[in-house]
C-alpha cells in the first residue's frame, strides 16, 4: 500500500556532505509523516530525523540537531535528508519509513512501511 524507495547513499569523507532521498509511493493517508532511521554495524536500529507531510513540521535527534536536515518536496513525493558535517559515527544503513499518523514520534514500531536502505560510510 506504501512503497518507499531510498537513494543518495555512499562513501564520503568526514567533514562530507551527503543528500538521501526517499521516494514514497501508495495511499497518502497511510503516510502522512515520515522518519529517517539508521542502523550501525551491531547496534539497534535508531531515530534521525521526522517530518510531517502537510505542515513541514520536524524533528531531529540530538545526535544531528544542527548537521541533518529533513524536507519534503510534495510534488515529487519525496523526502530529503541532507547530511552535513558527517562524522564516522554516522556511518550505517538509513532507512527511510511512513506512519499515518499526522504527529512525529520516534520509536520503531509506530513506523508501518518502511524502504530497503541506503548506506552511508564515512571515512577518516
Known amino acids: 500500500q506504501v512503497q518507499l524507495v531510498e537513494s543518495g547513499g555512499g562513501l564520503v569523507q568526514h567533514g562530507g556532505s551527503l543528500r538521501l532521498s526517499c521516494a514514497a509511493s501508495g495511499r497518502t493517508f497511510l503516510r502522512q509523516s515520515m522518519g529517517w532511521f539508521r542502523q550501525a554495524p551491531g547496534k539497534e536500529r535508531e531515530f534521525v530525523a521526522g517530518?510531517?507531510?502537510?505542515?513541514?513540521?520536524?524533528y531531529y535527534a540530538d545526535s544531528v540537531k544542527g548537521r541533518f536536515t529533513i524536507s519534503r518536496d510534495n510534488a515529487k513525493n519525496t523526502v530529503y535528508l541532507q547530511m552535513n558535517s558527517l562524522k564516522v559515527e554516522d556511518t550505517a544503513v538509513y532507512y527511510c519509513?511512513?506512519?499515518?499518523?499526522?504527529?512525529?514520534?520516534?520509536?520503531?514500531?509506530?513506523?508501518?512501511?518502511w524502504g530497503q536502505g541506503t548506506q552511508v560510510t564515512v571515512s577518516t
Open positions: 519509513a511512513a506512519r499515518s499518523g499526522t504527529n512525529i514520534v520516534t520509536d520503531i514500531p509506530s513506523y508501518a512501511y
Open positions: 517530518i510531517v507531510w502537510w505542515s513541514g513540521s520536524t
